[in-house]
């Protein structure tokens, strides 16, 4: 018998303390009182009917065609955010955009399926790519990359890459005599070396190779054909083959989103188009920071080309500074290239890096100069809708 029932029963002795206990009245109350209590449950159950009710909805609304979907403003904040939508066809709809607008991706990732907790994205005049960093992955990292044309996927990238691993932050460690710790940024097809391998339900063929830094480890790549006129190719280390098939479910290519950077790059030479825009996300720190760097990329004079890195990177030390960029400290490197190094507090610092030697210190220094930082870093949605006008 519950607490309750038995206070009621204790009043009803103590109101007839004076006489006879009316056995009737005792038993109405304590009736009475009980269906109360059951009420009150049946509204506390209810109630909590309810609330499961709607996480099973919310949870619902975050699956759509039976694939789960990233949110943006909304989204846990252990997730990766997800990047500003683009009002135009994805690669499925309109396989022929692919690769033509530097400031458009024309597919998206299911960051969580992946377990990704970091995401750089790159959309240039040849392919459109995002490599992934996981949570169990270590330095292995997913790379993903969509084209119209295979033969841009694996030789349709400039020789040289937009981000010298020099420049990384952290640092990259040795990874030892003879090896090199894969590049996150890099685009695919590199190797040459690959095996191949069958898959049961794999879209395409799927290769595999040794993994360049730990040769325990297996690399595999797998390529096919999504819709007529469209590429596709995973690369991945793995466990098994089938990890890669399973991997490659997770990116869908029927919704287009923007390649937004917290910064606006201007003042290129005439001559010189928007040739690539790369920006890297991670999931939010302790600090709430999401934000590791964006890269604007110019090309001009038959394949030169510059590049605008802003965020935070490692500066090769003793900093000596020989120039001045908007009142900051900055440093000029004559190399064969040449590049323009603008140090500052970390996600404010500059690169105007020349990846041949077809541009002039003067022309980097003008866009060095008129570059400005936009938007809230913590914030993608307050990023510019056009970062090189």
Known sequence: MSTSVENEIIRALVRRAEGDVDAAALRSGAVSLARRTRRRRR???????VAVLAGIVGAVDVLRDGHARNRSADQPTTEVPALPRANVPGALQRPDTVATDPSVIH????????NAVELTWRSLWTQEGVSIRTATGGPHYIHFTISQDPIRIDSGYPALFSFPAEY???????????KRWPDPRRPLGERTDYGRVTVADAPGPVQLATDLVDPT???YRMVWTPVSGLTAELEMVANSPSEVVRASKAFRLDRSQRCAVPGIARNAPSDARFFECETSLHAPDARGAIWNHSIITFSARYGNFVDVL?????????????RMVN?????????????????GEPGRQLIVSVRSWNFTEAEVQRIADSFEFSGDPRDVRTWPDNPAP
């Not at 509204?43 to 009917?49: E, F, M, Q, S």
């Not at 009142?327 to 064969?336: F, I, K, L, S, V």
């Open 43 to 49: 509204v506390v159950a209810c109630l909590a009917a």
């Open 217 to 219: 480890r297996v690399m």
């Open 327 to 343: 009142g900051r400290p900055a440093r000029w490197t004559a190399t064969e290239d040449g590049k323009l190094e603008v140090p």
């Open 168 to 178: 990384a932050y952290p640092p990259l460690p040795d990874a030892g005599r003879g």
């Open 107 to 114: 597919f998206d990732v299911d960051a969580a399926a992946l």
């Open 310 to 322: 802003f965020g935070t990177f490692t500066f090769a030390q003793p900093f000596e500074s020989n």
